[in-house]
């Protein structure tokens, strides 16, 4: 698997979203973030967010169109 396709670990994906990691997992447990959950040799969620799910979640959180933003910037 290349680098660019590679699945974000919670800590990554808090970092991509400027959260801590706890709150990128508060996110995943309401469903917000869609995130894979893989396990481990102990049964503890190990969480991985992909990074298309990871833009779709910050799309879907912006609060003005990028028309716009780029508009007032001319």
Do not use: H, Y
């Amino acid at each position: 698997m290349s680098r660019e396709n590679a699945v974000l670990n919670t800590k990554d994906a808090a970092m991509a979203l400027s959260v801590t990691e706890w709150w990128a997992r508060q996110l995943i447990a309401r469903g917000e973030l869609r995130a894979i959950n893989i396990g481990g040799c102990d049964k503890a969620a190990r969480w991985r967010v992909d990074p298309e799910d990871l833009s779709a979640f910050m799309v879907g959180r912006e609060n003005r169109s990028r028309d716009l933003v780029s508009a007032g910037q001319s």
